[in-house]
Nanobody, 116 residues
Framework: QVQLVESGGGLVQPGGSLRLSCAAS????????MGWYRQAPGKQRELVAH???????TYARSMVGRFTMSRDIAKNTVYLQANNLKPEDTAVYYC??????????WGQGTQVTVSS
């Protein structure tokens, strides 16, 4: 059974930083693509970044420079470091696992609120 559990969200002031974590079970990182997505109120869910089984990381164009995705295979955890946060980064951030077979899994999400 695949389970993805996000943590690390919260309230942060503009310009601040957060590190989100996604602890995964039931999957093998080297055999799937892990992704971070976000969904702001009234907007569609959008890709932040993803990392392939081989370790290649790709960022959505608008996320380049302030977000860094990484993974710890030994801990079966992926991370999203978010720096210089802006109010428009306020959203629920979701972890995703995508297997080559087509199976796709989502975590429950973690709320990030950027506000003074």
């Amino acid at each position: 059974q695949v389970q993805l559990v996000e943590s690390g969200g919260g309230l942060v002031q503009p310009g601040g930083s957060l590190r989100l974590s996604c602890a995964a079970s039931g999957i093998i990182f080297s055999m799937c693509t892990m992704g971070w997505y976000r969904q702001a109120p009234g907007k569609q869910r959008e890709l932040v970044a993803h990392i392939t089984g081989g370790g290649t990381t790709t960022y959505a164009r608008s996320m380049v420079g302030r977000f860094t995705m990484s993974r710890d295979i030994a801990k079966n955890t992926v991370y999203l470091q978010a720096n210089n946060l802006k109010p428009e980064d306020t959203a629920v951030y979701y972890c995703n696992a995508d297997r080559p077979s087509g199976s796709n899994y989502w975590g429950q999400g973690t709320q990030v609120t950027v506000s003074s």
